[in-house]
């Protein structure tokens, strides 16, 4: 004999209850996914620029924040650092922020200025690797800059040839690249330290941001790492740390020492505490409105446990229901950030694996909760 699919006949019931739980799951699905995927970028942006530099080792302020506040060093350490064994070459390394002038255009009635970071390096040292392809040759030519493509949009309108001011200094844009930086600035110009000079003339060369240091064998990295604090003992001018130790920083400030991961977290918890409580209030009523059949079932001698069986398949069945349009509007809106925002949002398998496991746990969890009133259901009443 078949047995009737109490579960979805159910839900089908009431087709509207049964759209409004679906949408409330696949509402939770896209909050959350949402977090997981800024929580991802930041992530992977906090150490963009790090990973296009050049270096096994890097020489940093002791007030070094973030690559955004990096504070100077004396380039005397950098000196000194070319004479430890292992070490092959030195290079400085300049980052400021600085005003970048948007000319009145389109609906930009008004000539505004905007932050934006400023890299710079010696020509004949370049600081990024090979794979970004600079146009070195364009940055000889005094006060000319390359432009970051993945700068937000509030810098447009430029292009190769444009000429503005950054800071009250004239600057044309001879070229362009494709890095970003993050969530540390809205964009960014790479120099040539000559300009950077004159960008910040207050600022002397022999300040530099960092000290980018190769070495002959980086497998030393440590080993030579070690014989650089050796040679700073007492000097509490200069950090020396590897490029495993500085990327690691880098994600932890970003995502422990700043509010952004609590955030991101914090947005994960009541995208599942609104989906427990839609899915709960779905299933509380529907369970109101067969209170009576329930009690026929407990009558006829069906055990709590069928009974609970059957709350907890509708559950499931909700969970099935809103996650795969939860994922799909997700996907779109991750397409949308990162064509809009720059900001590199990835759905991953393991990321969508994950919030299905807590969309089945959220749908189960709100079932269980549920449950007390079909427990409650007494065959007396039906007399």
């Known amino acids: 004999m078949k047995k009737t699919p109490l579960a979805s006949r159910n839900l089908l019931h009431d087709k509207l209850r049964m759209l409004v739980a679906t949408a409330g799951v696949t509402f939770a699905v896209v909050l959350v996914l949402m977090q997981l995927g800024f929580y991802g970028a930041v992530k ?13 080792i890097v020489l940093l302020s002791p007030d070094y924040l973030h690559l955004s506040k990096a504070g100077t060093i004396p380039m005397v350490r950098l000196v000194q650092a070319e004479q430890v064994p292992g070490v092959a070459s030195v290079r400085p390394f300049y980052l400021g922020f600085n005003l970048w002038l948007n000319k009145p255009a389109g609906r930009r009635t008004q000539a505004e200025r905007r932050g934006i970071l400023i890299m710079a390096f010696p020509l004949d040292r370049p600081a990024f690797r090979p794979e970004l392809n600079l146009d070195l040759a364009a940055l000889r030519l005094p006060a000319q800059v390359l432009m970051d493509l993945r700068s937000r949009s509030e810098f447009q309108p430029w292009y190769v040839g444009w000429e503005t001011e950054v800071g009250r200094t004239r600057i044309r844009v001879a070229g362009t690249f494709e890095l970003g930086t993050g969530f540390g600035a809205d964009g960014a110009l790479i120099a040539g330290d000559a300009t950077f000079r004159r960008l910040f003339p207050g600022r002397p060369l022999d300040r530099p941001s960092l000290g980018l240091i190769k070495l002959k064998d980086p ?13 700073y003992p007492t000097r509490g001018d200069v950090r020396v740390m590897t490029r495993r130790e500085i990327e690691r920083s880098e994600r932890q400030h970003w995502l422990e020492k700043t509010s952004v991961g609590f955030i991101f977290f914090l947005g994960v918890i009541v995208g599942l505490i609104v989906g427990t409580a839609i899915v709960y209030q779905v299933l509380a009523s529907d369970i109101a409105n067969h209170l009576a059949e329930y009690a026929t079932l407990k009558a006829m001698g069906y055990s709590h446990r069928f009974l609970a069986g059957v709350v907890l398949r509708q559950a499931l069945m909700l969970a099935a229901a809103g996650f795969l349009p939860g994922v799909l509007l997700a996907w779109l809106l991750y397409e949308v950030t990162r064509a809009g925002a720059h900001i590199p949002m990835q759905l991953t398998l393991p990321t969508a694996a994950l919030v299905f496991v807590l969309t ?6 709100s079932g269980l909760l549920s449950m007390r009133k079909v427990f409650g259901a007494d065959p007396a009443d039906l007399f």
């Open 44 to 56: 992977r942006t906090a150490t963009t620029i790090y990973d296009q530099l050049d270096f096994d």
């Open 219 to 231: 497998a030393e990295a440590d080993a030579v790492a070690e014989r650089l604090r050796q040679l």
């Open 360 to 365: 089945l746990g959220m749908c189960m969890f």
